[in-house]
């Protein structure tokens, strides 16, 4: 008889053989997502050659169907391998603050830990709770009814006007809390917000981070425990429990929140290095990009003979209509097909300046869109 973790081994290999059946460039909207996951895996990790892009991210929606699957399948918590520092996994006295990342199969750790009997409270971003959360509870409350569980189960809107209040009486009545450090498209900065985030290091890049977390575990002791989750090539899921990051009694708050949020993207970054199709964050880190300066670039005078700067543009259509991609400032402009047409054609043409008129060839130059 098949043991449990062939016949899920067998189910992700049917599912891998059905997604490479798609022929994914017809699918709407793909090519925009597609064009935006590329300048984001530039902006942080340019070591990644553009030509490896589109690989990287038809695996990661392929990684997307698998999550999607091991939230429906009861057993797949049963069959994750952990890996490190993993008595903080297990039912002890007192609080903890998991954080995780976006990173391979990561709902996996809530049913985990519940199903070790931890009394957990899930900090999810308000879009996430409407079309996840049934979901998630369903699965939850499926194990309880099959294991005979007991233990606490509550999802919180971190959108909610009152979530702080909330996980902070949680957390204070002994129940831990598991977050998304990467945050997620409905928690990126808004204006005004600026006293609520840090400045971080990821990569190339830095990175906005809300600093909640932080002030969450100095204000009640609890300690901050990292878990990366990634799928293994045989994919095997695997939880990597990583050292706790303690507050230190009557220390500087914000220089503890500075300093566990960085320490926390430093952990994820050697993960993310090696398993980078695994990553959804991939899909809106733009979001979260502290903006970079302008740079002053001395005027020396338009080129005779200009090229189409692809380094910082791209083209594509959105709904059969021609863009232009900004992918270090994440902006669209429409255009028309004869702009198209002459950029990508460019290097045929004896005068720019003379087909487009002085004015447009200007601030073509001006944008970069031309060098």
């Given amino acids: 008889m ?18 490479r059946q798609l022929n994914l460039q ?67 006295d007192g609080p903890r603050i998991y954080c995780t990342y976006h ?82 498209p409905e928690t990126a900065p808004e204006p005004g917000e600026e006293d609520k985030f840090l400045s971080v290091p990821l990569g190339s890049r830095r990175v906005l981070t809300r600093k909640g977390v932080g002030y969450l575990s100095h204000a009640t002791g609890a300690p901050i425990i990292p878990v990366v989750s990634y799928r293994q090539p045989d994919l095997t899921n695997v939880l990597h429990c990583l050292d706790p990051i303690r507050p230190i009694r009557n220390s500087d708050r914000d220089m503890y929140c500075r300093e566990a949020m960085t320490q926390l993207y430093k952990a994820f970054w050697p993960y993310l290095k090696r398993y980078p199709a695994q990553w959804e964050g991939w899909t809106f880190i733009h979001l979260f990009l502290e903006p970079e300066l302008a740079k002053n670039t001395r005027f020396s005078g338009w080129p005779t003979r200009p090229t189409f700067n692809q ?18 400032l994440y902006q669209t402009y429409e255009i028309t097909e004869d702009l198209r047409d002459l950029l990508l054609n460019i290097n045929s043409v004896d005068s720019v300046e003379g087909l487009v008129g002085k004015e447009m060839f200007g601030e073509l130059m001006e944008m970069e869109v031309l060098r």
């Fill in 26 to 92: 017809k699918e709407r909207g793909y090519l925009m997502k597609l064009t935006t996951f590329s300048a984001n895996v530039e902006n942080i990790m340019p070591s990644i050659s553009r030509s490896e892009h589109e690989t990287l991210f038809q695996e990661l929606l392929l990684q997307q169907i698998f999550t999607n699957f091991d939230q429906k399948c009861l057993t797949a918590g049963d069959l994750v391998k952990t890996r490190g520092a993993q008595e903080y996994l297990a039912k002890q």
């Fill in 2 to 19: 098949p043991s449990s973790l062939r016949l899920y081994k067998q189910e992700l290999t049917r599912c891998r053989d059905h997604f």
């Fill in 311 to 328: 380094d910082r543009y791209s083209l594509c259509d959105l709904e059969q209509a021609p863009i232009l991609f900004d992918r270090r």
């Fill in 103 to 184: 990173l391979g199969s990561y709902r996996l750790l809530t049913s985990v830990l519940f199903r070790r009997g931890v009394d957990c409270i899930l900090l999810v971003g308000n879009n996430m709770n409407r079309t996840q959360g049934d979901d998630m509870t369903e699965h939850i409350e499926a194990l309880r009814e099959k294991h005979g569980l007991t233990n606490v189960f509550r999802v919180v809107e971190a959108g909610h006007p009152s979530a702080g209040l909330t996980v902070l009486r949680e957390l204070k009545a002994g129940r831990s809390l598991i977050v998304f450090v990467d945050g997620s």
